[in-house]
């Protein structure tokens, strides 16, 4: 599907004025369902930069949002497409992928 496409992805940011942690906020995991890309967009439109610590991350599942699906690729499976809900959260790199390919 993705194999040798380069692809942009959106992303914004909100730096805090002061040091901190940081949060990323990923929306359309599963492409079909929009409302949380909806969601981060108010979050942002709420923030207000100069009274946080640490900073914010937002960024939509692109692939998943553009083809309106639920699967992802991913670099190490080939072809084969993965449900991102039957993998996370990972509790290990080798446990990540583990019961994927399914
Ligand atoms: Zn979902």
Redesign the pocket.
């Known amino acids: 599907m993705f194999q040798g496409v380069e692809m942009g992805v959106p992303v914004i940011v909100a730096k805090g004025a002061k040091p901190g942690k940081r949060v990323l906020l990923v929306s359309g ?2 492409g079909d ?1 929009l409302n949380s890309v909806g969601a981060v967009q108010q979050i942002f439109a709420k923030l207000d930069a100069s009274t946080l610590s640490g900073g914010v991350i937002g960024s939509p599942n692109r692939p998943g949002v553009e083809w309106v699906t639920r699967k992802w690729p991913t670099s190490s499976l080939g072809t084969t497409l993965i449900n991102p ?1 039957s993998t996370w959260p990972a509790r290990s790199p080798a446990t990540r992928l583990s019961g994927s390919a399914g």
């Open positions: 995991v599963h369902e809900k």
